[in-house]
């Protein structure tokens, strides 16, 4: 990254409080216990991930300390009301599987050796229901109920369980537990990063400064990239994956990955734009699957890549088409005027006639389309999927 | 009372919650555990505590096991935000005099040996985090928030201390702790008892039943006695002080303390209602009394009532007088018309001829009056004070 960390970290965050603060801290020199939180439910990391984690890493570099805080206590408890699907129980062997996972992921990014890790049952599982009173005293309840997803809740009135009103004291409270200095975390993470400086506070400590950062859409161009939407990029994909599935973002997403993610100086992004939306998306497609696989592997994907899809000539642009049921593959031949029945769609496809991002397609080995998919019969004739609005 | 326990219990509650299924265990000869909850910060007992007392007397006497809580695990840890004037943080040792105070005046009624005592930091105070998270997952967040001060603070805008949601759900655990059958208590704590058969059925118990009775009118005939209104005639203050005080109630509440807590057959209160209004207080004054220390003191408070205060002839009817300054005492004489100028004013109390309720009063002994009081200048003239509306 050029210049200091602090320009680096400013260039990408999408909010900075304090910032004034922050930076004559940095600039004496101070070295900061810097605060990120993982969620031991979900250790699948994505390219978004990689926006905070690389001013994480730039932070390490700087000497500063990475404190990750794995969210452990609450998954092991559970929901207790059984209601919400995104915080199920999990054993402690899940736990520790997953953190094996999420951290196997991590250090692709950041230097182990400059690395906190830490389990919030290690301060919570011994509080007493004195201790909970006490840090829920912290703050008022008009306070807690101004994050988005409960405000939304009261004015739907959807129930909110009065147990999840704890969650963001705990996660608050391991601000207080580690003494953090900074935390970062996406955009999405915004009232509980300042709801940590909010209890620290209350426990006599120096607020922490916060920073957060944009969240990376995903591959179809929605506004987030996500596991669960399915329109992510993950991580530890294979690198023809990740080449792939970049070359199918929109054009218009590629300068906003080279920045956010790309991990290069701006004039060499600036350079890469000038090569046309193709070329500077096949860039950017190299870059990533460089800093996750190395260089070897990022050539070796390109080089594949444009063997099975480019020799295919699929032209720049083609027609959309929304299918009628995704997952019916002759219909959706049919409807796009790629087969003039169901029958011939089906003999198509059985003679090796028809790919899905170049790759040979049968009803037997056909599940569902997935978004931005490129359906392809013979040498010519392409279009593009589109799932979703 | 009259009749059958439960007959007795349905006379006198405001509310009753499964009436039929506490009806047909009571019938089968169950016995119940009756779970009744005291508050620590408030030891002192009043007249109106006798409502729901003779009830649990009633039950004791009927085969019930009656289950007082004492919620000294909150008074132990006070309120941690310092806002709540109403949670002062207790010492164990204040905690302790106070439940002497409290059972000693509670046992005017309660038969000890029939009667266990828990304080509630038995179980709350080990619990855990995890345990918290438990119970709070037992309720929704709308659901406390139904709870009449919860509401009208959200609507209003005042702070609720985040911790505050915690309160009802100790209180409701401690049905579950005591495998409580039955709760009773004030009309006031109605939300309160229905939140406990709602956590019961979050830990598989079987809903307590509830009944909660009618606040008896203070003496003032505002709508609840209450120490801190200043409006309360005290369980254990002297028979003159009772006697006396129930004699300066309102008329028209003479009928609803002696159904209340007069503890009589109900032809017996009819019959003492055919006596006139002067005559039928005098019989509740009375009765009260040799309630609380026996029929010879009764009788003797009452003589001196009568030497005392009718020998004077204060008359039936008399006019009201609203004082200016309640602790000015020439001034309100001159404003009543009692008196020409202070110095006349201050010259008749100084020889004697100014009686408040009976009692002779100087300047030098008068503090301030309250409401109902009746001035007296000489043997003819009289005005009764008012201080509210």
Tied chains: 1, 2.
Excluded: C
């Excluded at 216990?33 to 993982?38: P, Q």
């Excluded at 229901?129 to 309840?141: D, I």
């Excluded at 023809?240 to 929109?250: F, L, N, R, T």
């Amino acid at each position: 990254m050029d210049g200091s960390v602090w320009e680096g970290l400013l260039a990408k965050a999408a909010q900075v409080q304090v910032p004034e603060h922050l930076k004559s801290r940095m600039d004496r020199g101070e070295k900061l216990r810097v605060k990120f939180g993982m969620d031991p439910t979900a250790p699948d990391l994505h390219l978004g991930h990689l926006v905070v984690l690389d001013v994480l890493r730039d932070l390490q570099e700087a000497g500063h300390t990475i404190v990750i805080i794995v969210g452990d206590h609450t998954a092991l408890i559970g929901d207790p009301s059984g209601r919400s699907q995104t915080r199920p129980v999990l054993t402690p062997q899940v736990v520790e599987a997953n953190a094996r996972t999420y951290f196997d992921q991590i250090y692709k990014v950041l230097d182990p050796a400059r690395t906190e890790v830490h389990g919030n049952s290690e301060w919570l599982s011994s509080m007493d229901a004195a201790g909970v009173l006490q840090l829920m005293g912290k703050a008022t309840l008009q306070q807690v109920l101004q994050r988005e997803d409960f405000a939304e809740r009261l004015r739907t009135g959807s129930p909110i369980g009065a147990h999840e009103i704890l969650y963001p004291f705990n996660q608050a409270y391991d601000s207080v537990a580690v003494r953090a200095d900074l935390e970062v975390g996406g955009s999405d993470q915004l009232f509980n990063l300042l709801f940590g400086r909010e209890i620290q506070r209350g426990y006599s400590q120096e607020p922490q400064d916060i920073a957060v950062f944009p969240l990376l859409e995903g591959r179809d161009g929605s506004i987030k990239m996500s596991k669960s939407a399915g329109n992510h990029i993950g991580i530890a994909e294979a690198p023809a994956e990740i080449y792939g599935k970049i070359m199918s973002i929109p054009d218009h997403l590629t300068e906003r990955y080279l920045r956010l993610i790309g991990r290069l100086p701006s004039s060499e992004v600036d350079r890469l734009l000038t090569l046309g939306p193709r070329d500077a998306k096949a860039a950017l497609a190299l870059r990533m699957v460089a800093r996750l696989h190395g260089e070897d592997e990022a050539v070796a994907a390109e080089e594949d890549f444009r063997r099975r899809f480019r020799a295919r000539e699929a032209p720049q642009e083609m027609e959309d088409h929304r299918p009628a049921q995704p997952d019916d593959l002759t219909g959706t031949m049919v409807e796009a005027g790629l087969a003039s029945s169901r029958g011939e769609a089906r003999r198509l496809s059985q003679q090796g006639g028809v790919r899905i991002n170049g790759e040979k397609v049968t009803e037997a080995s056909f599940s569902s389309f997935e978004n931005s998919d490129v359906l392809q019969v013979g040498k010519r004739r392409f279009v593009r999927i589109r799932l979703s609005e």
